[in-house]
T-cell receptor, first 112, second 113 residues
Framework: QKEVEQDPGPLSVPEGAIVSLNCTYS??????FMWYRQYSRKGPELLMY????GNKEDGRFTAQVDKSSKYISLFIRDSQPSDSATYLC????????????FGQGTELSVKP | DAGVTQSPTHLIKTRGQQVTLRCSPK?????VSWYQQALGQGPQFIFQ???????QRGNFPDRFSGHQFPNYSSELNVNALLLGDSALYLC????????????FGPGTRLTVT
């Protein structure tokens, strides 16, 4: 079993929809949680960074961490065609902050 | 503000050869981590360099080695290339060895034939 599980999709939604992306994990030592956006053949771009449990909002993006369920989510409101990309969740333990463990990535397509 | 840069963008090598990839961290960062990303997969951690020393290592063989220079830039070396080494190699920089907030470069796409 992988340490971080993420549904690869693909996920297709109409423009303006609310998108929900999720990851589950097995290592209770994970304390740092990130979401990255990766366009085709490009490097990952950091979208959201959170420490421990709770919610964080940045514009149209909201990240949620539920450590009791070992479950993290990224919500995208008013989705745009430019949001079409692969979304990667990543996390690391409190004592190995520099070693990120990634999910497989979810491919998202937002249709005009 | 200069972001993370990597060179070359793309290269093609033959099985058994050796390759060196280069990375310059984001301005103000002192730590560099390297990742390998196979097609359709998430990046996998190779190793991390801080203060010119390897600090953490993932599950990669000794054929993968690296170096960090006094200006914080870094190199990744891969010896005795295998077909399975074909991937996108990503460099990420952060502040401090425990820095989980990492910023990635555009990557180097390596093709081994």
């Amino acid at each position: 079993q992988k340490e971080v599980e993420q549904d690869p999709g693909p996920l297709s939604v109409p423009e303006g929809a609310i998108v929900s992306l999720n990851c589950t994990y097995s290592n209770s030592a994970f304390q740092y949680f990130m979401w990255y956006r990766q366009y085709s053949r490009k490097g990952p771009e950091l979208l959201m960074y959170t420490y421990s449990s709770g919610n964080k909002e940045d514009g149209r993006f909201t990240a949620q961490v539920d450590k009791s369920s070992k479950y993290i989510s990224l919500f995208i409101r008013d989705s745009q065609p430019s949001d079409s990309a692969t979304y990667l969740c990543a996390m690391s333990p409190y004592n190995q902050g520099g070693k990120l463990i990634f999910g497989q990535g979810t491919e998202l397509s937002v249709k005009p | 503000d200069a972001g993370v840069t990597q060179s070359p963008t793309h290269l093609i090598k033959t099985r058994g050869q050796q390759v060196t990839l280069r990375c310059s961290p984001k301005s103000g960062h002192d730590t560099v981590s390297w990742y390998q990303q196979a097609l359709g997969q998430g990046p996998q951690f190779i190793f991390q360099y801080y203060e010119e020393e390897e600090r953490q290592r993932g599950n990669f063989p000794d054929r993968f080695s690296g170096h960090q220079f006094p200006n914080y830039s870094s190199e990744l070396n891969v010896n005795a290339l295998l077909l399975g080494d074909s991937a996108l190699y990503l460099c990420a920089s952060s502040l401090g060895v425990a820095g989980a907030e990492q910023y990635f470069g555009p990557g180097t796409r390596l093709t081994v034939t």
